[in-house]
């Protein structure tokens, strides 16, 4: 799924393009993208693009008349840019947002259909879209600190958390926590000060730093090959490959669609974390340091 530096950058690129332009139609080619029933997409043609923002992990499209278009990409939804006359592609376009001088495409890959489109009017009808996270950026390390320990949870699942922190799921999680040399599994309550604001600093460096990553990348044009895995990253989707830093290969945690990766000497002092399904098959033979494994 699109992350805060992936939404982010979506978001800028479409004002660059769109921005004080006018939208010529709002073509629904998908039935099912669709999940609200007023106002009707017909009431978005004609009107002008004022402004677009992130919500969390939606992107937000403000049209003049307090109209707005709400985007969910969730796992597989990605926007495009054609130029006027060129067909969107096929079985995967969802919706095109067709202006003066270009059209935005929402598509979504695969057969599954969770990608979402909420066609809404005025600025409180927005916020029911928010689920209450916090802007990393745009808050103190009191509050961060606050939000972090108010329930006593994983810091995987804290930090992946909509309601306690806006936008970081499950790749950048990763990334936060071995910049920070934490275990995924410590709980949020046993932190101490100092990890705390070792955990903070590491929050606001990671989504800054690919935020501008995937910025220069995207150069003038929308985001390409946007993906939960990338090279560059340390050891989100890097299983079994070395630690950029101590060179121990990667470790994970497997559960329903999603992986967890660590470094077990970076993150967990050498202690290898239990999968669920091969701890409980492998019982006492399941390795519990990383010198075990080797």
């Given amino acids: 799924m699109p992350e805060l530096p992936d939404v982010e950058v979506y978001v800028e690129k479409v004002a660059e393009l769109a921005a004080g332009h006018v939208l010529t139609r709002l073509n629904l080619l998908n039935p099912f993208l669709l999940r609200t029933v007023e106002p009707r997409p017909a009431e978005f043609e004609g009107k002008r693009l004022r402004a677009t923002r992130r919500l969390g992990k939606r992107v937000v499209l403000e049209f003049e008349g307090e109209l707005f278009a709400v985007l969910h990409l969730m796992i597989a939804g990605r926007l495009r840019w054609l130029a006027l006359g060129k067909k969107p592609p096929a079985r995967i376009a969802l919706a095109t947002f067709e202006f003066d001088h270009g059209v935005l495409i929402f598509t979504e890959a695969g057969s599954k259909r969770r990608a979402s489109l909420h066609l809404v009017r005025g600025q409180q009808a927005v916020a029911g879209f928010d689920p209450g996270g916090i802007e990393i950026r745009q808050t103190t390390l009191d509050v961060f600190k606050q939000r972090l320990t108010h329930e006593n949870h994983t810091l995987k699942r804290a930090l ?18 071995f910049r920070a040399k934490l275990s995924p599994l410590a709980l949020t309550r046993n932190l101490t000060g100092e990890e705390i604001a070792r955990l903070f600093v590491a929050c606001r460096d990671v989504l800054a730093e690919w935020t501008e990553r995937l910025r220069e990348q995207a150069g003038a044009a929308l985001p390409e090959n946007v993906t939960a895995f990338r090279p560059e990253m340390a ?60």
């Fill in 160 to 177: 992946t958390d909509p309601h306690s922190f806006a936008g970081i799921g499950n790749a950048y999680s990763d990334e936060i926590l």
């Fill in 235 to 294: 050891v989100h989707g890097k299983f079994g490959q070395p630690c950029p830093v101590c060179g121990t290969p990667v470790q994970r945690i497997v559960y329903a669609e999603n992986e967890t990766n660590y470094c077990a000497r970076c993150q967990t002092g050498g202690k290898l974390l239990a999968d669920r399904s091969l701890s409980r098959l492998l019982h006492a033979s399941w390795p519990k340091s990383i010198d075990e494994l080797g």
